[in-house]
């Protein structure tokens, strides 16, 4: 994994079953890449806690993440309507936030991904 352009350190832990992969600031890797990292490695990819800078876009209606700097746009899962983390992304429409949640493992490989947003931060200035 740490060969992965972007990657700042890979630690593994194989009695835990995971990895902590930090990453550059400005990097392009995505999920997809990370994820078939692991398989390559043999093992199976699992859920990813995550924190990264998005920007709060809709589509049909509905809230999406578009993640800064590889342009991958995540479905919200988990998140009901009155949920705060929904009212916190719907004020920042259009804006770029950094979000902290989880991507569990993709049930649909063609489906778009989904994100459990944890929180929501407004980034300052331009």
């Not at 990453?23 to 392009?28: D, E, I, V």
């Not at 009212?87 to 920042?92: C, G, I, S, V």
């Not at 259009?94 to 929180?119: F, L, Q, W, Y």
Request: aromatic share 2%; no cysteine; charged share 20%.
């Amino acid at each position: 994994m740490e060969r992965l352009p972007g990657v700042e350190s890979a630690t593994l832990s194989l009695n835990e079953g995971r990895a902590i992969i930090r990453l550059q600031p400005g990097n392009r890797v995505t999920m997809v890449q990370i994820r078939q990292s692991v398989r390559r490695n043999g093992f199976t990819p699992r859920q990813a806690a995550v924190r990264a800078r998005a920007d709060v876009v809709a589509r049909g209606g509905a809230l999406q993440l578009k993640i800064s700097g590889t342009n991958e746009t995540y479905d919200l899962a988990g998140v009901p309507q009155a949920d705060g983390v929904q009212q916190e992304l719907k004020r920042h429409m259009g804006n770029t936030v950094v979000i902290e949640g989880i991507v569990p493992p993709p049930s649909d490989p063609k489906a778009t991904p989904v994100i459990r947003v944890n929180s929501v931060k407004p980034v300052a200035g331009p």
